[in-house]
Protein backbone atom coordinates (compact mmCIF):
# COMPACT_ATOMS: atom_id res chain seq x y z
CA UNK A 1 0.00 0.00 0.00
CA UNK A 2 1.04 3.42 -0.68
CA UNK A 3 0.56 6.06 1.68
CA UNK A 4 0.60 9.88 1.89
CA UNK A 5 0.07 11.62 5.49
CA UNK A 6 -0.07 14.87 5.24
CA UNK A 7 0.47 16.69 8.82
CA UNK A 8 1.97 19.78 9.95
CA UNK A 9 2.61 18.21 13.10
CA UNK A 10 5.89 16.13 13.25
CA UNK A 11 4.64 14.49 16.55
CA UNK A 12 1.49 13.63 14.81
CA UNK A 13 3.67 12.21 11.63
CA UNK A 14 5.87 10.31 13.88
CA UNK A 15 2.62 8.82 16.10
CA UNK A 16 0.90 7.92 12.81
CA UNK A 17 4.20 6.38 11.41
CA UNK A 18 4.02 4.52 14.53
CA UNK A 19 0.59 2.94 13.85
CA UNK A 20 0.97 2.02 10.18
CA UNK A 21 4.70 0.21 11.33
CA UNK A 22 3.06 -1.82 14.15
CA UNK A 23 0.07 -2.18 11.85
CA UNK A 24 1.93 -4.13 8.61
CA UNK A 25 4.41 -5.60 10.72
CA UNK A 26 1.24 -7.42 12.45
CA UNK A 27 -0.25 -7.78 8.76
CA UNK A 28 2.96 -8.92 7.37
CA UNK A 29 2.49 -6.87 4.52
CA UNK A 30 4.87 -4.56 2.43
CA UNK A 31 3.80 -0.37 2.69
CA UNK A 32 5.57 2.80 1.91
CA UNK A 33 4.75 6.00 3.79
CA UNK A 34 5.52 9.56 1.95
CA UNK A 35 5.23 12.71 4.59
CA UNK A 36 4.36 15.95 3.75
CA UNK A 37 4.09 18.79 6.40
CA UNK A 38 1.29 21.19 4.29
CA UNK A 39 -1.36 20.89 1.92
CA UNK A 40 -0.03 22.86 -0.59
CA UNK A 41 3.15 21.03 -1.32
CA UNK A 42 0.89 17.75 -1.34
CA UNK A 43 -0.91 19.23 -3.67
CA UNK A 44 1.76 20.59 -5.98
CA UNK A 45 3.59 17.46 -6.17
CA UNK A 46 0.58 15.20 -6.08
CA UNK A 47 1.47 11.44 -7.84
CA UNK A 48 -1.56 9.50 -8.79
CA UNK A 49 0.52 6.41 -7.21
CA UNK A 50 -0.81 6.77 -3.56
CA UNK A 51 -3.50 3.90 -2.78
CA UNK A 52 -4.40 5.89 0.58
CA UNK A 53 -4.01 9.39 2.08
CA UNK A 54 -4.33 10.46 5.82
CA UNK A 55 -5.30 14.22 5.92
CA UNK A 56 -5.00 16.66 8.70
CA UNK A 57 -7.75 18.86 8.71
CA UNK A 58 -6.32 22.01 11.14
CA UNK A 59 -3.50 22.94 8.86
CA UNK A 60 -1.87 26.76 8.29
CA UNK A 61 -2.81 28.00 4.94
CA UNK A 62 -4.64 25.40 2.92
CA UNK A 63 -6.73 23.30 5.40
CA UNK A 64 -7.36 20.18 4.79
CA UNK A 65 -10.87 20.34 3.75
CA UNK A 66 -10.02 23.02 1.21
CA UNK A 67 -7.31 20.58 0.22
CA UNK A 68 -9.87 17.62 0.02
CA UNK A 69 -11.77 19.13 -2.22
CA UNK A 70 -8.79 20.43 -4.87
CA UNK A 71 -8.05 16.80 -4.73
CA UNK A 72 -11.14 15.56 -5.84
CA UNK A 73 -10.84 17.87 -9.51
CA UNK A 74 -7.37 15.48 -9.70
CA UNK A 75 -8.22 12.07 -8.36
CA UNK A 76 -11.92 11.53 -7.77
CA UNK A 77 -11.27 7.73 -6.65
CA UNK A 78 -8.14 7.76 -4.20
CA UNK A 79 -9.19 6.47 -0.35
CA UNK A 80 -8.99 9.78 1.79
CA UNK A 81 -9.22 9.91 5.36
CA UNK A 82 -8.72 13.03 8.28
CA UNK A 83 -7.28 13.17 10.99
CA UNK A 84 -8.23 15.88 13.45
CA UNK A 85 -8.55 17.30 17.43
CA UNK A 86 -11.21 19.64 16.20
CA UNK A 87 -14.39 17.25 16.23
CA UNK A 88 -17.06 19.87 15.04
CA UNK A 89 -15.33 19.79 11.70
CA UNK A 90 -15.16 15.89 11.19
CA UNK A 91 -18.60 16.01 9.52
CA UNK A 92 -17.48 18.22 6.63
CA UNK A 93 -14.99 14.65 5.75
CA UNK A 94 -18.30 13.47 3.86
CA UNK A 95 -18.90 16.30 1.74
CA UNK A 96 -15.25 15.02 -0.01
CA UNK A 97 -15.95 11.55 -0.03
CA UNK A 98 -13.78 10.75 2.90
CA UNK A 99 -13.69 7.57 4.05
CA UNK A 100 -13.66 8.38 7.29
CA UNK A 101 -11.77 10.21 10.16
CA UNK A 102 -9.64 10.03 13.42
CA UNK A 103 -9.51 12.10 16.47
CA UNK A 104 -6.10 13.19 17.84
CA UNK A 105 -4.70 11.51 19.62
CA UNK A 106 -4.51 8.55 17.70
CA UNK A 107 -5.27 5.40 19.54
CA UNK A 108 -3.57 2.15 18.01
CA UNK A 109 -7.41 0.21 18.31
CA UNK A 110 -9.09 2.68 16.33
CA UNK A 111 -6.47 2.99 14.14
CA UNK A 112 -6.69 -0.68 13.27
CA UNK A 113 -10.10 -0.33 12.71
CA UNK A 114 -9.67 2.39 10.11
CA UNK A 115 -7.06 0.14 8.75
CA UNK A 116 -8.99 -2.87 7.80
CA UNK A 117 -12.23 -0.03 6.57
CA UNK A 118 -9.45 1.56 4.10
CA UNK A 119 -8.33 -1.61 2.72
CA UNK A 120 -12.20 -2.16 1.72
CA UNK A 121 -12.22 1.15 0.33
CA UNK A 122 -8.98 0.48 -1.70
CA UNK A 123 -9.81 -3.10 -2.98
CA UNK A 124 -13.64 -1.32 -4.18
CA UNK A 125 -11.04 0.99 -6.10
CA UNK A 126 -9.04 -1.63 -7.66
CA UNK A 127 -8.29 -1.24 -11.53
CA UNK A 128 -5.79 -2.76 -13.95
CA UNK A 129 -5.21 -2.48 -17.55
CA UNK A 130 -7.07 -5.27 -20.08
CA UNK A 131 -5.42 -5.81 -23.23
CA UNK A 132 -7.81 -6.46 -25.84
CA UNK A 133 -6.97 -8.42 -29.19
CA UNK A 134 -9.41 -6.55 -31.57
CA UNK A 135 -9.93 -7.58 -35.65
CA UNK A 136 -8.06 -3.10 -35.77
CA UNK A 137 -5.38 -4.10 -33.43
CA UNK A 138 -4.31 -4.48 -29.83
CA UNK A 139 -5.99 -2.08 -27.76
CA UNK A 140 -5.76 -0.72 -24.46
CA UNK A 141 -8.51 -0.51 -21.21
CA UNK A 142 -9.00 -0.35 -18.22
CA UNK A 143 -11.15 -2.57 -15.73
CA UNK A 144 -13.19 0.12 -14.40
CA UNK A 145 -14.13 1.37 -17.28
CA UNK A 146 -16.01 -2.17 -18.66
CA UNK A 147 -19.89 -2.33 -18.06
CA UNK A 148 -20.07 -6.03 -18.71
CA UNK A 149 -18.54 -8.98 -21.03
CA UNK A 150 -20.79 -10.48 -22.90
CA UNK A 151 -19.72 -14.13 -24.57
CA UNK A 152 -21.45 -14.81 -28.08
CA UNK A 153 -20.64 -17.21 -30.60
CA UNK A 154 -16.86 -17.42 -29.93
CA UNK A 155 -16.07 -13.85 -29.34
CA UNK A 156 -16.04 -11.77 -26.13
CA UNK A 157 -17.86 -8.31 -26.26
CA UNK A 158 -16.81 -6.21 -23.99
CA UNK A 159 -19.29 -3.28 -23.12
CA UNK A 160 -17.92 0.17 -22.39
CA UNK A 161 -19.12 3.24 -22.33
CA UNK A 162 -19.65 4.65 -25.95
CA UNK A 163 -18.03 1.61 -27.76
CA UNK A 164 -18.14 -2.05 -27.35
CA UNK A 165 -15.24 -4.03 -28.63
CA UNK A 166 -15.40 -7.78 -30.34
CA UNK A 167 -12.47 -10.15 -29.22
CA UNK A 168 -11.98 -14.25 -30.03
CA UNK A 169 -11.89 -15.94 -26.96
CA UNK A 170 -13.95 -17.50 -23.83
CA UNK A 171 -15.06 -16.38 -20.75
CA UNK A 172 -14.15 -18.96 -18.27
CA UNK A 173 -10.92 -18.00 -20.16
CA UNK A 174 -11.02 -14.19 -18.40
CA UNK A 175 -12.96 -14.81 -15.79
CA UNK A 176 -10.60 -15.35 -12.86
CA UNK A 177 -8.78 -12.40 -13.85
CA UNK A 178 -11.52 -10.17 -13.86
CA UNK A 179 -12.94 -11.39 -10.95
CA UNK A 180 -10.20 -9.24 -8.40
CA UNK A 181 -12.05 -6.20 -9.82
CA UNK A 182 -15.70 -6.87 -8.39
CA UNK A 183 -16.80 -8.48 -11.78
CA UNK A 184 -19.53 -11.25 -11.11
CA UNK A 185 -21.24 -14.19 -13.39
CA UNK A 186 -24.47 -13.45 -14.01
CA UNK A 187 -24.87 -16.32 -16.26
CA UNK A 188 -22.63 -18.85 -18.45
CA UNK A 189 -22.32 -15.57 -21.14
CA UNK A 190 -21.93 -13.03 -18.96
CA UNK A 191 -19.71 -11.14 -16.32
CA UNK A 192 -20.46 -8.03 -15.07
CA UNK A 193 -18.80 -5.21 -13.48
CA UNK A 194 -20.84 -4.66 -10.04
CA UNK A 195 -19.50 -1.25 -9.87
CA UNK A 196 -22.35 -0.18 -12.51
CA UNK A 197 -25.03 -2.38 -11.32
CA UNK A 198 -27.94 0.21 -11.65
CA UNK A 199 -30.98 -2.55 -10.25
CA UNK A 200 -31.89 -5.93 -10.11
CA UNK A 201 -35.22 -5.93 -12.58
CA UNK A 202 -36.80 -9.42 -12.21
CA UNK A 203 -34.85 -11.79 -13.98
CA UNK A 204 -32.62 -9.15 -15.24
CA UNK A 205 -29.73 -6.99 -14.27
CA UNK A 206 -29.72 -3.40 -15.19
CA UNK A 207 -25.69 -2.47 -16.15
CA UNK A 208 -24.60 0.55 -17.78
CA UNK A 209 -28.26 1.37 -19.39
CA UNK A 210 -28.50 -2.32 -20.66
CA UNK A 211 -30.39 -5.41 -19.07
CA UNK A 212 -28.59 -8.55 -18.65
CA UNK A 213 -30.16 -11.75 -17.90
CA UNK A 214 -29.24 -13.25 -14.88
CA UNK A 215 -29.44 -17.00 -15.00
CA UNK A 216 -31.59 -19.14 -12.51
CA UNK A 217 -27.99 -21.37 -11.93
CA UNK A 218 -25.98 -17.87 -11.00
CA UNK A 219 -29.15 -16.06 -9.55
CA UNK A 220 -27.87 -16.68 -5.62
CA UNK A 221 -24.25 -16.36 -6.53
CA UNK A 222 -24.50 -13.28 -8.35
CA UNK A 223 -27.28 -11.80 -5.52
CA UNK A 224 -24.25 -12.52 -2.81
CA UNK A 225 -21.73 -10.96 -4.47
CA UNK A 226 -23.89 -7.89 -5.38
CA UNK A 227 -25.00 -7.59 -1.92
CA UNK A 228 -21.31 -8.17 -0.26
CA UNK A 229 -20.07 -4.92 -3.06
CA UNK A 230 -22.80 -2.96 -2.44
CA UNK A 231 -21.67 -3.10 1.52
CA UNK A 232 -18.06 -2.69 1.33
CA UNK A 233 -17.43 -6.13 2.29
Given at each position: ????????????????????????????????????????????????????????????????????????????????????????????????????????????????????????????????????????????????????????QHYLYYHMKGECLKVRGKLSAIADSLYPYHFARA???????????????????????????????????????????????
Amino acid sequence: MRIAIVDDSPEDQAQLAGCLTRYFANAGAAYETTFFSDAQAFLKDYHYTFDFIILDIDMPGLSGIEAAKILRDKDPHVTLMFVTNMPQYAIEAYSVEAMDYMLKPVSYPDFCLKMKKAERYILRNADAPVLLQTSEGTVTRRTSQIFYVESRQHYLYYHMKGECLKVRGKLSAIADSLYPYHFARAGESYLVNLAYVQGIEGTDVVVGGDRVPISRRQRAQFLSAFTRYAGGL
